[in-house]
Structure formats: C-alpha cells, structure tokens
C-alpha cells in the first residue's frame, strides 16, 4: 500500500488504543474473546503498515492496570493472547527489524507472560526498525508517580539534586525513555477519552477517534486517521 500521506507529514509515534472488541463480539453474536482474537488479527497488518511507511514509534494499550477487574476469564484470554502473539510473531517481527518494549509493571503479570515479553525484548533490543511498545499492565498515573519515585531516590542518594529534575530528567525515568512524544493518538470504537494512557507523552498529540470497533480497523481506515492528522494545524502552544 502506497504512502497515505507525505513522508515529511507522517507522525512519528502513534499511539492506539484498540477499542470496541467486546462489543465487535456481541455484534457477530460471539463471546467477547472472540473480539480481542479478530482484534490481534487486525493489528497485524497495521504493524507492517507503521514499518512500511517510515513511523518510528507505535504504541499499543494492550491490558491497563485496571483491566484486571474484568471477569477471570476474559483476564486469562487476554493474557493468553498476548503470549500466542508473540509466540507466533516473534520471527517474522525480529526478521523486519521490530524492536519491541513493554511499557507497564512487568512484575505484576504472570510469570509465563513477563518471560515471553521479556525474551521479546531481550532478542529484538539491537533492531534499527520500528519501536513496538506494548503496554501491558500500564497506567499512565501509576508510570509518572514511578519516575517521581525513581528521582526521588536519586535524590535521596546523592545521585542529583532536586534542582537537576527537569524535563528531560523527567522523560528519562518514564517507560518511554528515549522514544519521542506522541504525535498522533488514535482510539477506536467511537469512545472520545485517554483512560490513563500515556498522560505525560500526549501533551500535544492530536486525537483522532474513529467510529469503527478495533478489529474492523483497517489499512484503509488507518490511511484515513493519517490523513487526518496531517491536515491537522500543530501549534505547541505558539501562535
Ligand atoms: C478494548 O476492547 C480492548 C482491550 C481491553 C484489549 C485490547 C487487546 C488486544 C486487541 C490484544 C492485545 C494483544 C497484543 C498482542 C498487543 P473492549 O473489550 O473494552 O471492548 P468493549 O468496550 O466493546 O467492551
């Protein structure tokens, strides 16, 4: 698929958050798990669409830390799916230069889930190609009161002072560290909100809410969000 928009236009990191499978589900009359399965077969294609098209960074809200309220079962379909994920995609990730980071508290997520992610990440850690971030038991409050932890404790030790915490001290200490800010944020499903997702790193994304459920996103339906974007008038803030 040829570029959507100009390669000077494209978004350098988007972030998704993929809403609307369960209710996907109950449309085609299937139980919910079936929508968060067609919901990893549409992710597949945007995946290679982002390295195709020359975007450094995506971004994907896969499980929040209040996900775990949802009935047990649809809890351990979650997980089991992001490790069938990566089981089956790892190769042909790693062979397109993928470099894959989770983004979230690692240590609260299953053993079985926590190595793969972390086998993932450890093998594609020297790709040159595009940044998979996963977020995966991730709050975006929950991220910033850790790096507010983590500085404190450099303080604390004599490592820096309170005066050295800027901005980029900040950045450093989010799971994003290194990856630029967002620059376009998508969320399915018709749903308008953030839910926690990446607070700091949206600053000044531009939104663009489509109306389809996530596993009805498509390359063309993708194309249409970056077009969007880029007819968009970026200020920062100046006039
Ligand atoms: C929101 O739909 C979707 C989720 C909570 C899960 C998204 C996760 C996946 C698509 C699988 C992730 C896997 C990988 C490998 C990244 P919803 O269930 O809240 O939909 P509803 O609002 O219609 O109920």
Avoid at 110 to 135: D, S, Y
Avoid at 136 to 156: D, F, H, P, S, W
Wanted: hydrophobic share 45%; with cysteine.
């Amino acid at each position: 698929m040829e570029l959507p928009i100009p390669a000077a236009l494209m978004p350098r990191h988007v972030a998704i958050i993929m809403d609307g499978n369960g209710r996907w589900a109950k449309a085609h009359g299937m139980p919910r798990a079936w929508g968060h399965r067609q919901g990893v077969v549409a992710l597949e294609p945007i995946i290679s669409l982002c390295g195709a098209w020359g975007i450094e960074a995506l971004t994907l809200f896969a499980f929040s830390t209040e996900n775990w309220a949802r009935p047990k079962d649809e809890v351990a379909q979650l997980m089991g799916l992001i490790v069938e994920f990566f089981n089956k995609k790892i190769d042909e990730l790693d062979q397109k230069g993928v470099c894959i980071r989770m983004l979230g508290d690692l240590a609260g997520v299953p053993q079985v889930q926590r190595e793969t992610a972390r086998q993932a990440m450890e093998r594609t850690k020297n790709n040159a190609g595009l940044k998979l971030n996963i977020a995966l038991n991730y709050g975006g409050r929950q991220e910033i009161v850790r790096a507010a932890q983590r500085l404190a404790a450099k303080c604390a030790s004599g490592e820096m002072t309170p005066e050295d915490i800027g901005e980029t001290a900040f950045e450093g200490e989010l799971y994003t560290s290194g990856l630029p800010m967002v620059d376009l944020l998508i969320r399915t499903s018709g749903e308008e909100r953030l839910s926690n997702f990446l607070l700091y790193q949206c600053a000044y994304a531009e939104f663009v809410f489509v109306k389809e459920n996530w596993p009805d996103f498509s390359p063309a339906v993708f194309a249409a969000a970056l077009d969007a974007y880029a007819r968009r008038d970026r200020r920062f803030g100046k006039v």
